[in-house]
């Protein structure tokens, strides 16, 4: 049988809390859910599910289809295994691929050699079979193999994605301390927004929050905006299944739906970026910007969701700064947000705890290495507002 063809294990990749979004967003996608880590997600699908993916996930960072399941004890016996298999199926003679790998096995000490014994096996069987052979090198923008290597068990993918999928195609300039986009996507699903009331969102740096919401509101796939994945590298790839897939899914997207979004921002300049990110997703429509102190961010009656990145200061003497624009932060969410639930996504307890306000419900999540949370903050009117305790 082809390398691509029946039905294959297939891992999706995400970063800690991100998990039960992703299994979320599968089961929406009527995938069967086959493992869930804490980092991934396993289901089972063809090769037209791996381009449904790519281009459906709002959450997963890369879909990686099963190519082999075997077991080696050192590198030798890893060559040997990976040697036989096809690979003129899927690399072209003269192409290009890179290795990717998370190897924790005794026998190696540095991954870039496990690396190499794959790069040796796929270049020498197609030496062999086609007389020619391809380049290999650390450029992940065409084909793209994962090694996942631990104690004696190997598992070999093809990365179907290549560029993670957080690199959707509409953030040229990430500002500061942008959000990636798949952790961004996973909190506006937290929130619960689905677009039938407002999302304020003050601190909107470059956008990525209100561009990740108005997308989901509109029902627009992430890939309607990227353009390049590594399967479209495979030998004797052709585009038609992909343009099929891209037109089925602009038919389903409303981008007529009418909804409300605010972004604020107190830097003229992140206000720039962020309206040039949204003419890039095609919703710079639904999106009213705004420059101004958060403050001041009009918060139109009606309630709805307020989702807020602020920083967070991960040097030394920012937090007793930060800890005064958390505390009026606070006082603007009891003063100006009632009949709202504010969502606060920080990587700093300390400051969280000067809202002054106690969450209804906490996620946890990774960003950049940074344990984050996203806290609850039900503002109905008439709700207890509980002081948070210390
Ligand atoms: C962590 S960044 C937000 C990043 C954003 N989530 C993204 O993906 O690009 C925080 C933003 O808060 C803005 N900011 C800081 N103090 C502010 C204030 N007092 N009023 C309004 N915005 C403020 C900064 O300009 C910055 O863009």
Not at 193 to 206: F, I, R, Y
């Amino acid at each position: 049988m082809h390398l691509l063809e029946g039905r294959h294990h297939i891992v999706i990749p995400c970063s800690p809390g991100v998990t039960p979004f992703l299994v979320r967003e599968l089961r929406d996608l009527k995938m069967p859910i086959i493992d869930e880590r804490s980092t991934s997600v396993t289901t089972k699908g063809d090769f037209t599910d791996v381009l449904r993916l790519n281009l459906n996930l709002r959450t997963g960072q890369r879909v990686l289809w099963r190519l082999a399941a075997f077991e080696a004890a050192d590198p030798d016996q890893l060559y040997d295994k990976l040697m036989p298999l096809p690979w003129e199926e899927l690399v072209a003679a003269d192409g290009y691929f890179s290795v990717t790998s998370v190897v924790d096995t005794p026998t190696i000490r540095d991954s870039r050699f496990a690396n190499l014994r794959v790069k040796d096996a796929i270049v020498d069987r197609l030496r062999r079979c086609c007389g020619r052979r391809p380049d290999s090198g650390p450029l992940r923008d065409k084909l793209v193999f994962h090694l996942f290597w631990q104690q004696n068990k190997v598992k070999f993918y093809l990365d179907t994605s290549g560029p993670t999928l957080a690199q959707r195609g509409y953030r040229l300039d990430p500002g500061k301390a942008p959000l990636r986009e798949t952790l961004a996507a996973a909190l506006v699903l937290a929130s619960g927004w689905n677009g039938a009331k407002t999302l304020v969102n003050p601190m909107c740096g470059s956008g990525t929050l209100a561009i990740e919401a108005a997308l989901l509101a509109q029902n627009r796939i992430p890939g309607l905006l990227r353009q390049a994945y590594s399967f479209q590298f495979l030998l004797g790839y052709k585009n038609m299944e992909l343009l099929s897939l891209q037109a089925q899914a602009r038919r389903v997207s409303r981008p007529d739906r009418k909804t409300r979004l605010i972004a604020s921002d107190i830097d003229p300049q992140m206000i720039k970026v962020a309206k040039e990110n949204a003419v890039r997703a095609e919703v710079d429509d639904v999106i009213e910007f705004v420059t101004c102190d958060f403050a001041q961010t009009p918060v139109p009656e009606g309630g709805g969701v307020l989702l807020c990145n602020p920083e967070y200061g991960v040097r030394l003497g920012e937090e007793e700064e930060l800890k005064a624009t958390y505390r009026r932060f606070g006082d603007f969410l009891k003063q100006s947000a009632t009949g709202y639930e504010a969502f606060i996504f920080s990587g700093n307890r300390n400051l969280l705890k000067e809202i002054g306000l106690r969450p209804a419900r906490r996620w946890f999540f990774d960003n950049g290495g940074i344990a984050c949370e996203l806290a609850a903050y039900p503002l109905y009117a008439g709700s207890l507002i509980k002081p948070e305790i210390n």
